[in-house]
């Protein structure tokens, strides 16, 4: 990774020929290394072969013309939730995230194609738009190390004059740092060179890591702490030192390293060493993580903190032997600078949680809360989870805002989720509610609502929906109640709801395609009090209970002209008294 690329064009990317998009994809030929071609451009010479005399010209070629085509396949009916084209290829989709200047960012990894960061802007987290420019592929090295790949997964964060810097490995490499292997990879940053982050500048190498086997090492967002000292903390697995294999008993680990400063010639990354190590999961014993923690993310000052903002959460996307596909869990934390972290084993689930439980499937209706789940690898998820909105861009000692994202991922569709605000319980438990910008999408006249089972509301497969219930018996013995959407005229409906008998909320979309009940706990547990928040989007359905657990799921129903109806189920006003209210929502995204 030698700063050999010119500061002002590292925009450009290896990407797809020209003639790929109308059709099959042709072979790609890149400029020779080392060639003019390579020093004007430095991407796919299809793209660019008519553009080397001149840097702009060809940046205007990539930025323009060298874009996948719009979405034609399944989830191209999304209009609340972001589907951004480039999402449209196969692959790992990492995201990374950042308010700054008052505009809020948001990158995907867009795979090896695409050769680098897509580029999307949000004014009020609902809708989104694409931008130019983000931190791209260029031939890079750094002594003897020398890669010539995507950026991978890594971070966004703001130095100490005030400029935005993206920080990565290269997702491959040919050849590592001297006496290091060829899948070693330093650390590095780029910093942008405009206010709207869309040029970034010459690499600057941090620190080199080494490792047995070829792993991601996901950085979190580097951040300051009160002693005036930057740290970061790098996603390993904990058997570099012991089997050198996966499976890994141990599970995952976080690396820390700190610096005076976060780049620069006054910076000098330091490794202090393990500060987490785990393998545990939500579902206790019968599911461990047996390899690298992955996209980890690190916040604390939440609102609503008892701790006075000095608790902190720390996301992680769990894969090992039954649990949990890759969707993101978070554990409450604390730590001192430069400190192990220390796990609150009274919070939550002994001080797990997961940030959405669509992964999780009811299996077993003779258990309660979680023994009644099993993971499906294979059902849509909630990845990547990655938090922005503060005005000041440490979201790990200074209090302010936070607001989640992350990358729904199933066979039928590719999008960014819906937005969340973040705050903690007196509990220290994880609250989850939809922003408020949400509201300025309701159609005001298609509001309906109901207090009873027999009347049917019409918001359409583009709505919002509200359920708020009443526990009144304390012996409620089989009895299931929510909201049914989604209705259709042949009967057919998802229901969104809760089983007290077994301790959990429900997305129960079978009769539409959608396989075995999703499910998650019923919390807090023993409440009698359910409000169920859900926006539906032309059948992918983002819902939370009670602003504690949420439940992503897909489901197909039949037309929008005939499915589009709701209404409560189980509230028979003594029982349980149920009261609905639905919105028809204007599109956001993909008019």
């Known amino acids: ?101 008052g505009i809020n960012h948001v990158w995907f990894g867009c795979d090896f194609k695409i050769g680098g960061w897509g580029h999307s802007t949000t004014d009020d987290f609902v809708a989104y738009k694409m931008s130019i ?19 991978c997964s890594g971070f966004v964060a703001v130095d100490h004059d005030g400029v935005a810097c993206a920080g990565f490995r290269q997702c491959s490499s040919d050849r590592g740092p001297a006496g290091m292997h060829n899948w070693d990879a330093p650390l590095e940053v780029r910093c942008a060179l405009d206010d709207n982050l869309t040029v970034w ?83 206790s014993e019968r599911a461990y993580l047996d390899r690298e923690m992955v996209t ?104 302010g805002r936070r607001v989640m994202v992350g990358w729904l991922y199933s066979s039928s569709a590719s999008l960014l989720s819906m937005s969340r605000e973040l705050s903690l319980s007196k509990d220290l438990e994880l609250l989850q509610k939809f922003p408020d910008s949400l509201q300025n999408y309701r159609i005001q006249s298609s509001r309906k609502f109901t207090s009873d089972t027999q009347t049917r509301i019409h918001p359409t497969p583009l709505a919002e929906v509200v359920g708020e219930f009443t526990i009144e018996s304390g012996n409620l013995g089989g009895l299931a109640f929510g909201v049914a959407v989604f209705g259709c005229e042949d009967g057919t409906h998802t229901k969104i709801g809760v089983l007290p008998e077994n301790g959990l909320v429900t997305v129960d979309g079978i009769q539409q395609k959608a396989g075995n009940p999703k499910g998650g706990p019923l919390l807090p547990m023993g409440t009698k009090q359910v409000r169920i928040h859900a926006v ?5 359905i983002e819902v939370i209970f009670n602003n504690r657990t949420a439940i992503t799921a897909a489901v197909t129903p039949g037309s929008q002209a005939s499915c589009g109806k709701a209404w409560l189920y189980g509230a028979d006003g003594k029982d349980v008294v149920g009261r609905l209210e639905a919105y028809t929502l204007k599109p956001a995204n993909q008019i």
């Open 1 to 101: 990774m030698a700063p050999g690329v010119w500061a002002m064009l590292p925009l450009l990317a290896l990407v797809l020929p020209t003639s790929a998009f109308a059709g099959g994809e042709s072979p790609l030929v890149c400029a020779a290394e080392g060639s003019s071609q390579e020093k004007a451009c430095n991407v796919c010479l299809e793209c660019c072969r008519d553009y080397i005399e001149g840097e702009v010209a060809c940046r205007k070629c990539v930025e323009e013309e060298c874009r996948p085509r719009p979405w034609k396949g399944p989830g191209f009916g999304a209009k609340m939730h972001f589907a951004p084209d480039c999402l449209r290829y196969g692959g790992w989709h990492d995201i990374q995230a950042l308010s700054y200047k």
């Open 133 to 151: 420019g983000g931190p791209r592929k260029i031939n890079e090295r750094y002594g003897e190390f020398h890669s010539f790949a995507t950026p």
């Open 201 to 283: 500048g010459e690499p600057e190498y941090l620190f080199n890591v080494s490792y047995y086997r070829g792993i991601p090492y996901d950085p979190t967002r580097p951040w300051k702490e009160k002693d005036g000292m930057w740290y970061l903390v790098l996603a390993t697995d904990a058997c570099n030192s012991t089997t050198n294999k996966i499976p890994c008993p141990l599970g995952g680990q976080l690396i820390m390293y700190k610096s005076a400063f976060l780049h620069g010639p006054k910076a000098k990354w330091e490794r202090i060493g393990p500060v987490f190590t785990s393998n545990k999961t939500v579902l």
């Open 296 to 399: 980890v993310e690190y916040i604390g000052g939440l609102t609503g903190d008892p701790n006075g903002g000095s608790t902190r959460v720390l996301f992680n996307n769990v894969a090992g032997p039954n649990c949990c596909g890759g969707t993101t869990s978070y554990t409450i934390v604390t730590n001192e600078p430069g400190k192990a972290f220390v796990v609150n084993g009274s919070s939550n689930f002994e001080g797990l949680g997961m940030v959405d439980w669509g992964v999780f499937e009811i299996t077993d209706y003779g258990k309660y809360g979680r023994q009644a789940l099993e993971a499906n690898a294979s059902a849509g998820k909630f990845m990547m989870a990655r938090v922005l909105g503060s005005t000041d861009p440490n979201q790990v000692a200074v209090p």
């Open 536 to 540: 539906l989007d032309n059948g992918i």
